[in-house]
């Protein structure tokens, strides 16, 4: 995968919060549903993207599938990201760079 693709992937909130769910533990749809107040029909495609995009994968247990981050690396890149988001000053306007 190239870069832009993976960010585009990591760029939308609703896969960082699937992200931070699994983060430190396997979970199944359900149990992700619940934590994260997200219908089950979005976090099932979410995470079907996420999995494409290699930064997920799953295991099935009996009738669960049970998903979890590919590698811890994933987690510290979200937690620098944020860092740096909250460190850097923009204006807010809609004309970036």
Do not use: W
């Not at 944020?82 to 000053?89: F, H, M, N, P, T």
């Amino acid at each position: 995968m190239d870069t832009d693709q993976f960010l585009k992937c990591i760029a939308d909130p609703n896969r960082r919060t699937i992200l931070n769910c699994i983060g430190s533990k396997e979970l199944c749809v359900n149990d992700i549903v619940e934590a994260t107040k997200l219908e089950q029909t979005l976090v099932s495609f979410h995470l079907k993207s996420l999995r494409i995009c290699g930064l997920v994968v799953s295991r099935r247990e009996g009738k669960c599938i049970l998903y979890r981050i590919s590698d811890e690396i994933i987690m510290d890149l979200l937690k620098n990201i944020e860092s740096v988001s909250k460190k850097v000053k923009g204006t807010g306007g809609k004309h970036g760079c």
